[in-house]
T-cell receptor, first 113, second 113 residues
Framework: QQQVKQSPQSLIVQKGGIPIINCAYE??????FPWYQQFPGKGPALLIA?????SEKKEGRFTISFNKSAKQFSLHIMDSQPGDSATYFC????????????FGTGTRLTIIP | DGGITQSPKYLFRKEGQNVTLSCEQN?????MYWYRQDPGQGLRLIYY???????QKGDIAEGYSVSREKKESFPLTVTSAQKNPTAFYLC????????????FGSGTRLTVV
């Protein structure tokens, strides 16, 4: 019940396209959903996060869409650029207990020129 | 600049040896975490500590040990009991509310030779 399932495992998109990465969860106590971006040889960095009281959040070219009834959330990257090539992790946590993040398995995104 | 420093960046271990990975933070964060990253498996929690002199096992603690004698330091020892230690190890830290943002180090790549 603590899992966060992420898909696809890898994704190749042409420059200017809109890559979409999907995540699903089972634990209805989850109430915070961040996305992390990781470049090769580096640690992940917080990209954007959403709480379930909103269905969408935008920060620059990055958008999170959230579907509470389906227990799914997704990351969209508008006007994707080769510099967006990285591994993306979704995560979730609950306000109960120690608030540790549960991470998805990651998506390796490649944006080709 | 505040941040997390992991050392060394690359580490080679002979079979049967114990090795210790260093993690130091100057962010004054209360909590620290160790994750293991393998291709296609995302970030798996090894150990975490929310206060000095206290730590808890994560999902894959077998074959690893930690200590938290100082707030800024959380070293990880990979023991000879860990049968498949070759991986990328990431240290992170956070402050309450912990789930609102983990700061990650740049990682240590451990290879068994």
């Amino acid at each position: 019940q603590q899992q966060v399932k992420q898909s696809p495992q890898s994704l190749i998109v042409q420059k200017g396209g809109i890559p979409i990465i999907n995540c699903a969860y089972e634990n209805t106590a989850f109430d915070y959903f961040p996305w992390y971006q990781q470049f090769p040889g580096k640690g992940p960095a917080l990209l954007i996060a959403i709480r379930p009281d909103v269905s969408e959040k935008k920060e620059g070219r990055f958008t999170i869409s959230f579907n509470k009834s389906a227990k799914q959330f997704s990351l969209h990257i508008m006007d994707s650029q080769p510099g967006d090539s990285a591994t993306y992790f979704c995560a979730a946590s609950s306000n109960f207990g120690n608030e540790k993040l549960t991470f998805g398995t990651g998506t390796r995104l490649t944006i080709i020129p | 600049d505040g941040g997390i420093t992991q050392s060394p960046k690359y580490l080679f271990r002979k079979e049967g040896q114990n090795v210790t990975l260093s993690c130091e933070q100057n962010l004054n964060h209360d909590a620290m975490y160790w994750y293991r990253q393998d291709p296609g498996q995302g970030l798996r929690l090894i150990y975490y500590s929310q206060i000095v002199n206290d730590f808890q096992k994560g999902d894959i603690a077998e074959g690893y040990s930690v200590s938290r004698e100082k707030k800024e330091s959380f070293p990880l020892t990979v023991t000879s009991a860990q049968k498949n230690p070759t991986a990328f190890y990431l240290c992170a830290s956070s402050n309450p509310p912990h789930r609102s943002g983990y700061t990650f180090g740049s990682g240590t790549r451990l290879t068994v030779v």
